[in-house]
Nanobody, 115 residues
Framework: QVHVVESGGGLVQPGGSLRLSCAASGSYFSISAMGWYRQASGKERELVAQ???????NYGDSVKGRFTISRDTAKNTVYLQMNNLKPEDTAVYYC?????????WGQGTQVTVSS
């Protein structure tokens, strides 16, 4: 069983930045993908960014050019650097880990962008 721990959410003003972290237990090399999704109130969960073992990454259209996903394989951790945040980025952000074809979700961390 994979344990996923997220951190880094909070309240930030429009135009500000936050960095989210997601740490997964176990060997990184058994993980095929790690990424971030978000769900705003009343909306469906959507892809923010994900990184595939091997290094490739992809982003949701609404965050391209503002958010960057990166990884630290030694720490089995992925990071989401969020810049130029907008009120519409307000949501609960969930980390997703896929290992041996099994998906595990984190508990979610709230990001609120408001003045």
């Amino acid at each position: 069983q994979v344990h996923v721990v997220e951190s880094g959410g909070g309240l930030v003003q429009p135009g500000g930045s936050l960095r989210l972290s997601c740490a997964a237990s176990g060997s990184y090399f058994s993980i095929s993908a790690m990424g971030w999704y978000r769900q705003a109130s009343g909306k469906e969960r959507e892809l923010v960014a994900q990184i595939i073992t091997g290094g490739s990454s992809n982003y949701g259209d609404s965050v391209k050019g503002r958010f960057t996903i990166s990884r630290d394989t030694a720490k089995n951790t992925v990071y989401l650097q969020m810049n130029n945040l907008k009120p519409e980025d307000t949501a609960v952000y969930y980390c997703k880990v896929i290992r041996y074809g099994v998906t595990t979700w984190g508990q979610g961390t709230q990001v609120t962008v408001s003045s």
